[in-house]
């Protein structure tokens, strides 16, 4: 079966952050290779997602000519974004960066180590990931508009999966339920005071005359407002975390909060302006050390819910739904998706987070973990347990058990083509150069021609 040149782009796009923080290592001498309006593809860059291909172990791995595309395409999608006023906020990639940085600092031990690791200092760590982020959510944004009306019918689905030839219908591993209830660490009661007693401080020396703005440019730990003097600039009613937006809706223009505790740290907030529907408000933000949050209490709570779970007092899904802390699962009975299919089914091999799975494999089905440390999605520390629901044996794929994976598939490949077809037009209106060296990869070259 013929697949969309393009699909590699998807995984390709999930590179650039990656390799934006990798270690000194040796690379090629570098040379500029193709040039898409003021966006440039360096060799090096090239032969990097390369090498990191060939060691994700993937069957079936992309060729060179394939991944070179597939970063053309990347750039297309931000000079396209650029001609399109397709923008990211900034406090969006502040977000994001925060994020990353925190769970490097998990995964290093500390900063310290982390600059040992990349041989650069903090800040020049993250003006490159500030850099590589801002492009990965563009080109996410820009591909998510491509693709917007792309949908699949149950039709279509199954013409996809009678149209795979039956010698190449794909060997579906094990495949597992897992479930988790998700408890976040709590600020500590001296941490808590020490965050309030120095917004308090910043609230007094305002209201003796300091500026705001420069107390938030150089106490305010949202990089992204603070460097803009806290200014989040407008902001639509809901758009905001829920004590925040109270907060600042409580205020007149030119008022100060007291301090506001939301899931991003404690904020003093002043409000400039309220017009119709939006707000215009100004913050400092501090965010609690996460190497000092107490996970005592989690952990006491947790382990006091796995026993009642395992008296068959309440069911997990009921104890998930009403005790976990992860929005994400909670409404779902606690069960963990597939990042890829969103199915509660996910394979039980090398594709799933290497933490997860290594739990998994040294329990049987039917059992709960004591709590255990777990970072969240955005960087938070915390305590889960994990429940092993079920455990389904290896098959051929059908599409009465693996529809909704097949669904996937079928949604890729349109989606793949839609930006085919998008590239044959765009690529008319921007500047493409590519070297020599690379134009028998044939990039400019459509189906259609």
Not at 322 to 334: L, P, R, V
Not at 371 to 389: F, H, N, Q
Request: proline residues 4%.
């Amino acid at each position: 079966m013929k697949f969309s040149k393009f699909f590699i782009s998807l995984f390709a796009i999930c590179l650039l952050f990656c390799q934006a923080i990798q270690a000194q290592t040796p690379v090629v001498i570098d040379k500029i290779i193709a040039k898409v309006d003021n966006h440039y593809i360096l060799k090096s860059e090239l032969e990097s997602q390369v090498q990191q291909y060939k060691q994700s172990g993937q069957a079936g791995a992309p060729s060179t000519c394939q991944i070179f595309e597939s970063l053309v395409v990347g750039k297309m999608m931000l000079a396209k974004s650029e001609i399109d006023s397709i923008t990211v906020e900034d406090k969006r990639v502040e977000s994001e960066l925060t994020s990353r940085m925190e769970q490097m600092e998990q995964q290093f031990g500390s900063q310290k180590n982390i600059v040992e690791a990349y041989g650069k200092s903090i800040a020049s760590l993250k003006d490159e990931l500030r850099s590589a982020i801002k492009e990965q959510l563009t080109t996410r944004k820009m591909q998510e508009k491509i693709t917007s009306d792309v949908k699949i019918t149950p039709k279509e689905v199954r013409r996809f999966f009678e149209a795979i030839p039956k010698d190449s219908i794909p060997y579906m591993p094990s495949e597992v339920e897992i479930g988790h209830i998700v408890r976040l660490a709590k600020t500590t009661k001296s941490q808590r005071n020490e965050l309030y007693k120095r917004l308090y401080d910043y609230k007094k020396r305002a209201e003796n005359g300091e500026s705001f703005e420069e107390m938030a440019k150089l106490y305010s730990e949202d990089l992204g407002s603070g460097k803009r003097g806290g200014d989040l600039g407008f902001a639509k009613r809901g758009q905001m975390v829920a004590p925040f937006e109270a907060a600042a809706l409580k205020l007149k223009p030119n008022q100060m909060s007291d301090v506001v505790e939301s899931e991003f740290g404690f904020h003093l907030i002043k409000l400039l302006e309220v017009r119709g529907q939006e707000y215009h408000a100004l913050h400092i933000l501090l965010r609690p050390d996460y190497q000092r949050l107490d996970v005592v209490e989690p952990t006491k709570f947790l382990d006091s819910i796995r026993v009642l779970i395992q008296r068959d007092s309440i069911k997990f899904e009921r104890a998930a739904k009403e005790f976990s802390e992860d929005k994400a699962t909670q409404d779902g009975g606690g069960m963990i998706t597939d990042p890829q299919t969103r199915s509660i089914k996910m394979a039980l091999d090398g594709t799933m987070e290497s933490g997860l799975y290594f739990t998994i494999d040294s329990m049987t089905v039917g059992t709960i973990t004591p709590p255990m440390p777990y970072r969240t999605e955005d960087g938070r520390s915390a305590v889960r347990i994990l429940y092993y629901k079920a455990k389904h044996p290896p098959h051929y794929a059908n599409l009465e058990d693996d529809f909704q994976r097949m669904s996937n598939y079928a949604l890729n490949r349109k989606r793949n083509t839609a930006i085919e077809k998008w590239f044959a037009t765009a690529k008319n209106d921007v500047f493409i150069y590519i070297v020599d060296e690379y134009k028998e990869c044939n990039i400019m070259k459509t189906n259609d021609q």
